[in-house]
């Protein structure tokens, strides 16, 4: 479709991927666009350069051959040679991107670029075919996309109010009301992270407490777009009896009825190592599935589990 640029359009923020043939983020074959920065930083997390709200040295050091090509690219000088191979002044780096292009193992990438709103609809436009054939359509995640409220409403105007597809939002719903209500026009699916029930476990291990969100999920079950919870489950975290219990407890009483169980994994480890980051939780653990799954049927939910 040709048409004049809208304010809308020229709206851009950070995105961190776009992904295409998603198969697990809402009906269909999907694009998913993942939004930058979060105001959680739970320790599971499977998407670690997702926290962050500016884009990210990754630095892959089992592809690096410690050639140190990169290093005279950095005007900065926050890579250094040394014996036990290149370190890297995180301090110093301003994620410019300057030295990626001079590794030629793969081994550098900058996470986050900015991007508008008409380059993305143009992007997942190409797909427009897929999407109708297979009842998909597009998935904004992250990430929290409502961190960047401005560009995620008006780029669900675009693809939604605009281009006709089928949108759906991947949220932990962190955000006052008027933020999240303000997107539901513009939304056919709304993927609704609920990670714990308590306050002040939620606030251990996800750096906040849960008020609003809990607050959030009693509003959104009012409203008229279609709603799914999604419990990621972690061991040890909100896989004991006491915390399935308090959850099927609020989802019943709240009046949800699906749940997706989204069980712990460890797939962004690799990740974590590449922005230098630590990981604190035990990389083998197994989450109570069937215990999880058990309980919540017995709290009359239609329960899923999300396969990776
Ligand atoms: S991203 Fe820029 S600042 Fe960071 S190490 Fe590379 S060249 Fe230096
Ligand atoms: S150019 Fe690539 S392989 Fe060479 S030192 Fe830098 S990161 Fe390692």
């Given at each position: 479709?040709?048409?004049?640029?809208?304010?809308?359009?020229?709206?851009?923020?950070?995105?961190?991927?776009?992904?295409?043939?998603s198969l697990h983020?809402?009906?269909?074959?999907?694009?998913?666009?993942?939004?930058?920065?979060?105001?959680?930083?739970?320790?599971?997390?499977?998407?670690?350069?997702?926290?962050?709200?500016?884009?990210?040295?990754?630095?892959?050091?089992?592809?690096?051959?410690?050639?140190?090509?990169?290093?005279?690219?950095?005007?900065r000088h926050a890579l250094f040679l040394e014996k036990d191979g290149l370190h890297i002044d995180r301090d110093a780096c301003v994620a410019c991107g300057k030295c990626v292009p001079y590794c030629q193992r793969g081994a550098r990438a900058i996470s986050g670029h900015g991007m508008s709103v008409h380059e993305i609809s143009a992007e997942v436009r190409q797909h427009w075919r897929i999407f109708q054939q297979s009842g998909g359509g597009v998935t904004v995640s992250g990430g929290e996309p409502l961190a960047q409220k401005d560009f995620l409403y008006a780029l669900l105007q675009e693809l939604h109010d605009e281009a006709g597809l089928h949108?759906?939002?991947?949220?932990?719903?962190?955000?006052?009301?008027?933020?999240?209500?303000?997107?539901?026009?513009?939304?056919?699916?709304?993927?609704?992270?609920?990670?714990h029930i308590d306050d002040a476990t939620h606030r251990q291990w996800t750096g906040a407490g849960n008020a609003d969100i809990l607050l959030n999920a009693r509003k959104l079950v009012e409203s008229p777009v279609e709603m799914l919870v999604r419990l990621p489950l972690i061991p040890n975290f909100n896989d004991t009896d006491d915390s399935l219990i308090a959850f099927g407890n609020f989802l019943r009483e709240t009046g949800f009825r699906n749940i997706e169980i989204m069980p712990y994994h460890t797939l962004g480890l690799s990740k974590y190592r590449a922005l230098g980051k630590a990981y604190t939780l035990p990389p083998k653990a197994e989450p109570r599935l069937s215990a999880a799954i058990d309980v919540l049927n017995d709290y009359g939910l239609d329960v899923t589990v999300h396969r990776h």
């Open positions: 479709m040709n048409r004049g640029l809208t304010w809308a359009a020229d709206t851009a923020g950070i995105v961190f991927d776009i992904q295409h043939f983020d809402g009906p269909g074959v999907r694009s998913t666009v993942f939004f930058k920065g979060c105001p959680l930083s739970c320790r599971w997390c499977g998407n670690p350069e997702s926290q962050g709200t500016r884009a990210q040295l990754m630095y892959f050091q089992h592809l690096c051959a410690a050639c140190g090509n990169c290093v005279s690219a950095c005007a949108t759906c939002l991947d949220t932990c719903a962190k955000a006052p009301w008027p933020v999240l209500e303000r997107m539901l026009p513009h939304l056919d699916l709304v993927l609704l992270d609920i990670k």
